[in-house]
């Protein structure tokens, strides 16, 4: 079972597909696996600007390496990350559409501060 930070219970997790995530990432992977739920970061945008952000799971093994999972519970309704800029459409389970930058976000997830 993988070492999960902070140790909570994911029935409290909101929303509730970082729920489930959670849950599958400790109860899958093996102990080599340490992971951190909702790690705070910063960075600098084009303009030098501070900005701030969030990973919803940092994955780390001593031999596999790093791993950087945005979770998303709504319904893509086009496209795919690996579609060009990486961009996919997607709707909340209350109708809200949202485009989503995967490619983006993780670059900035990489190249940030953790905090």
Not at 15 to 31: C, F, I, K, M, S
Not at 66 to 83: N, W
Request: aromatic share 6%.
């Amino acid at each position: 079972m993988a070492l999960v930070h902070p140790p909570i219970n994911p029935k409290n997790i909101t929303p509730r597909a970082e729920g489930t995530v959670y849950e599958a990432l400790r109860n899958q992977l093996d102990d080599d696996y340490e992971i951190i739920y909702s790690q705070d970061f910063s960075y600098r945008n084009h303009n030098n600007h501070r900005r701030f952000g969030e990973a919803d799971f940092v994955v780390w093994h001593p031999h596999q390496g790093l791993l950087v999972l945005e979770v998303k519970g709504g319904v893509r309704l086009r496209s795919s990350p690996m579609a060009p800029g990486g961009r996919s459409v997607m709707t909340t389970g209350r109708g809200i559409r949202s485009e989503i930058h995967s490619r983006r976000l993780s670059r900035r997830c990489m190249r940030s501060k953790m905090s």
